[in-house]
């Protein structure tokens, strides 16, 4: 059963880090690019980032390019998104998600073939 399973979210203040992790299962690494997604209060989902699949080629959004960086560890099959220098504006709720046969020039939701339940980061002094 394929599973994607969110953590790290919480409560931080401005300017401060946090680093969430994306633990997948349920099928192949090297079919599936992982994405993450993020929905404020009141607005529309967006892609944040995304890492792909064989090689790893990454993208950033340019709203948190210079901030947030993603990563994976293949002996546990995670996907980290590092986010440091959070802002207000960074609260939501963050999804990772997988999206098959996909090279990472973007992190488009209408290629997202599985999605995880979420965690909840606040930014907030």
């Known amino acids: 059963q394929l599973q994607l399973v969110e953590s790290g979210g919480g409560l931080v203040q401005p300017g401060g880090s946090l680093r969430l992790s994306c633990a997948h299962s349920g099928f192949r690494r090297d079919l599936y690019s992982i994405g993450w997604f993020r929905q404020a209060p009141g607005k529309e989902r967006e892609g944040v980032s995304c890492?792909?699949?064989?090689?790893?080629?990454?993208y950033i959004a340019d709203s948190v390019k210079g901030r947030f960086t993603v990563s994976r560890d293949n002996v546990k099959n995670t996907v980290y998104l590092q986010m440091n220098s959070l802002k207000l504006e960074d609260t939501g709720i963050y999804y990772c998600?997988?999206?098959?046969?996909?090279?990472?020039?973007?992190?488009?939701?209408?290629?997202?073939?599985?999605w995880g339940k979420g965690t909840l980061v606040t930014v907030s002094s």
């Open positions: 890492l792909g699949s064989g090689l790893g080629n990454a």
């Open positions: 998600a997988a999206l098959k046969d996909y090279y990472c020039s973007n992190v488009p939701q209408d290629r997202v073939s599985y």
